[in-house]
């Protein structure tokens, strides 16, 4: 009893995952993963069916959704202009009926629209460049949003808060460090102080603290 809630918000988007057209699930064991193996920090799960549950986290992460409800959509919106940081990466244009609306630039992002994945992509991010690579033909299914020259990640200023975007699904990638780099500075934006530092880490040991308020 008494366990504090966790700063970070993972977004469960199950509209993707009744989606034909969807790498929902496994976005969502890859972000996950990226937070307690790459990050050491613990996360709780929001579905996005529920955002009354999401609370004030100091950061919510959207991964790579493909499709996501416009309630979805507002309660996020809304969530940044009260100062939260939303990470968000891969296509978000697309509502359960895979129709396309005008989310990114009504957030002020500069996006296309959603294209399919080549099997090599280059993204820069904090003045460094990633080769992401998307093997075992996910080209095929996977998409990405469409950009005006190089895929940057971009940084916008909603409100009060912050979106940190990546136009490539990150989380689908075979590179698992891309995703760990974009979690790390959103944190950073949002104040989130790593909860663990950890030297001579075995990536296939779990570390995970627990806080309790009467601890404090």
């Avoid at 937070?35 to 069916?49: I, P």
């Avoid at 409800?69 to 978000?92: C, F, K, N, P, Q």
């Avoid at 629209?113 to 099997?119: E, H, L, N, Y």
């Amino acid at each position: 009893a008494g366990r504090r809630e966790d700063s970070l918000v993972l977004i469960i988007p199950m509209s993707a995952q009744l989606s034909v057209r969807s790498g929902a699930v496994d976005a969502t064991r890859r972000a996950v993963k990226v937070l307690t193996k790459g990050l050491h920090t613990g996360v709780q799960a929001v579905s996005e069916l529920d955002l009354s549950r999401l609370g004030s986290p100091r950061m919510v992460i959207l991964p790579s959704p493909g499709c996501l409800s416009d309630e979805a959509w507002r309660g996020l919106m809304e969530y940044v202009d009260r100062g939260g940081t939303l990470i968000a990466t891969g296509v978000l244009e697309r509502d359960p009926y895979l129709r396309l609306t005008s989310r990114l630039g009504e957030a002020g992002i500069p996006g296309l629209g959603p294209i399919p994945v080549a099997f090599q992509e280059l993204l820069f991010m904090n003045g460094e460049q990633y080769l992401l690579t998307f093997s075992d033909l996910r080209q095929n299914w996977v998409e990405r949003e469409a950009w005006t020259g190089e895929a940057i990640v971009w940084e916008s200023r909603v409100g009060q808060g912050n979106i940190l975007y990546s136009p490539l699904p990150l989380e689908l990638a075979d590179q698992f460090a891309p995703a760990v780099q974009l979690y790390r500075r959103g944190m950073e934006l949002a104040g989130v102080e790593p909860e663990l530092i950890i030297d001579d880490y075995i990536p296939t040991t779990f570390v995970r603290l627990l806080r309790f308020a009467e601890a404090d």
